[in-house]
T-cell receptor, first 116, second 113 residues
């Protein structure tokens, strides 16, 4: 069964509004979670690493003020797309792994964001 | 960012045929992972490889971690319609204690019944 839950699966919002996406590890604690973005017919691009109890680490070119990440507990990370624009429309996917370097990453089911 | 070279980009095969895809990298990875993604969903882990030379099977799927640690292949035997989807390889690196995945471009598999 799923080990990482992501919500919502789809969201449509108007330009200028903010959208929050949740990522939960279901039966394990995740000190680190990852947020990816995927454009149609392309691969997954890492946006940021979410660290429980500390600031997220953003990849080069990703605006931290645009994509706010909060990892307030060991089972929940949130990604907030602030002041959304149509170009932010994309498929956002989170992932997490159990403790230990040999634990593979499991992914949520993704969130399809459409900004009108 | 860094990417793996995954090939082929797409495959059109008949049901029952075997499939082979591979990934290469200029960098060494300690772990190779293979995922399958269905439309509108997140990637699902198929096989994880942890040692150079390791050959691992999961049902009709077989994957190997190259000896040089710079490549991996995935084979699917006797394909069936539910194998349709996009397959991604991923190399995992540990940077300053944090793990990162680098993904290939994906192989889109289409099966003609």
């Amino acid at each position: 069964g799923a080990v990482v839950s992501q919500h919502p699966s789809r969201v449509i919002c108007k330009s200028g509004t903010s959208v929050k996406i949740e990522c939960r590890s279901l039966d394990f604690q995740a000190t680190t979670m990852f947020w990816y973005r995927q454009f149609p017919k392309q691969s997954l691009m890492l946006m940021a690493t979410s660290n429980e109890g500390s600031k997220a680490t953003y990849e080069q070119g990703v605006e931290k003020d645009k994509f706010l990440i909060n990892h307030a507990s060991l089972t929940l990370s949130t990604l907030t797309v602030t002041s959304a624009h149509p170009e932010d429309s994309s498929f956002y996917i989170c992932s997490a792994s159990r403790q230990g370097n040999n634990s593979p990453l499991h992914f949520g089911n993704g969130t399809r964001l459409t900004v009108t | 960012g860094q990417q793996l070279n995954q090939s082929p980009q797409s495959m059109f095969i008949q049901e029952g045929e075997d499939v082979s895809m591979n990934c290469t990298s200029s960098s060494i990875f300690n772990t190779w992972l293979w995922y399958k993604q269905d439309p509108g969903e997140g990637p699902v882990l198929l096989i994880a490889l942890y040692k150079a030379g390791e050959l691992t099977s999961n049902g009709r799927l077989t994957a190997q971690f190259g000896i040089t640690r710079k490549d991996s292949f995935l084979n699917i035997s006797a394909s069936i319609p539910s194998d349709v989807g996009i397959y991604f390889c991923a190399g995992r690196e540990i940077i300053q204690g944090a793990q990162k995945l680098v993904f290939g471009q994906g192989t889109r598999l289409t099966i003609n019944p």
